[in-house]
């Protein structure tokens, strides 16, 4: 359980912003149809921490409904996206009208701080209702955090379903395991941290397993990227803790890569979206939210398998829909619990001496 202290931070956080509150701004249904070109906007300027290789459907998607409005993306990490806009709105100078981010109890923050427009998007009524944030804050996606294999030197009666499963299998056959585990650091990665503190929040078996890595020799990485490339060339048994649309994605183009969605739990993470309250072309922002939340649009991000919010959108095949024990992150204020600096060092040091066995 979290802190007394940190429990009344976010009872008052969720009784609504002060006087620096997000403005509030129309539907598109106020402002009518083609409001983008009515105002002269012919661009919507999207900051993202998504590869764009990954999201070039959903982009041509938009061009093709909105072919007079041109996207400007660009792919930061989430640190630098971060730091980047609050310094542009410091200074008055905001150029993102989306910012787009996988780091999600980042963008709760500047949500919270007053950074987003409010929108009530006629396309969240179709979202989870753990999607959404006060219409500021959207959950574009709903990614399973899943354990990636080498189905070469891994065999099939030897893959773990649980995470009890892999405890075992680390501490009981510790040859097998010795340097080829890998996993997210928590220390440098944003996206790290916050897996640590979902899985610690869900069992306190989380530590048995920290524990475990480590005295598995585990090899700690700051991408799920470099992790399946480490499985796929036989250097990595397992990767626990990866983005399960990026390790889907790899297995249907390589035999070597499996995927393992936890039967005790599966967290779904999202790539939050919102709009900038100074966005220099809010009518195409609203455009482009739109799009990125209606079936069409999520439909396109279910084809690259980042696996959409919208359970109308997702694929047949998409592992997610059966699940058995799927525990989403909600889009909400608890997740600044996680940039509370005192809860986050004490979790660091903890983590730090499990994985160094102290």
């Known amino acids: ?24 701004e129309p539907s598109p249904a106020a402002e009518g149809t083609g409001s983008a070109a009515a105002r002269g906007e012919t661009v919507v300027v999207v900051r993202a921490t998504t590869d764009e290789a990954e999201v070039a459907d959903l982009l041509a998607g938009f061009r093709e409904a909105h072919p007079g409005v041109a996207v400007s993306y660009t792919k930061m990490n989430s640190a630098t996206l971060y730091d980047g806009f609050v310094e542009e709105a410091a200074a008055g100078a905001v ?49 399973p955090i899943a354990i990636a294999y080498n189905r070469t030197l891994l065999p ?22 010795q340097g080829k585990v890998a996993a997210y650091d928590p220390e440098r990665s944003g996206v790290g941290s ?35 490339d480490r499985i796929a060339a036989g250097e990595a048994v397992l990767a626990y803790g990866v983005f399960g649309a990026y390790a889907l994605e ?15 739990y599966t967290l779904l993470v999202s790539r939050i979206a919102f709009i900038a309250k100074d966005a220099p072309h809010p009518a195409a922002a609203r455009m482009f939210l739109d799009y990125m939340l ?55 040091r903890r983590w730090r001496r499990a994985v160094e066995g102290r």
């Open 156 to 177: 099939p009666d030897q893959v773990p379903q649980t995470r009890a499963d892999l405890i075992r299998a680390l501490t009981d056959h510790p040859e097998t395991w």
């Open 95 to 143: 150029k993102a009208d989306i910012v787009w981010s996988s780091a999600m109890d980042r963008q709760i923050k500047l949500v919270n701080d007053g950074y987003a427009a409010h929108y009530a998007s006629p396309e969240a009524a179709a979202l989870p209702a753990w999607a959404v944030w006060r219409n500021e804050a959207f959950g574009v996606t709903a990614e």
């Open 250 to 264: 790899r297995a249907r183009h390589d035999p070597a890569i499996g995927l393992v969605l936890p039967t005790d």
């Open 1 to 24: 359980m979290r802190a007394p202290a940190v429990v009344g931070l976010v009872l008052l956080l969720m009784a609504g912003p002060g006087p620096a509150s997000a403005q509030v």
């Open 194 to 228: 916050l897996i640590l503190a979902q899985d610690a929040d869900v069992t306190p078996r989380t530590w048995d397993l920290v524990s475990a890595l480590g005295q598995a020799g585990v090899k700690l990485y700051t991408r799920t990227e470099t992790m399946l």
């Open 294 to 348: 209606s079936r069409e649009g999520q439909a396109r991000l279910a084809a690259r398998s980042l696996t959409p919010a919208r359970t109308d959108a997702r694929r047949a095949d998409d592992p997610v829909a059966s699940a058995p024990a799927l525990r989403p992150v909600p889009v909400g204020p608890e997740l600044l619990a996680n940039l509370d600096q005192i809860r986050h060092a004490r979790m660091l």
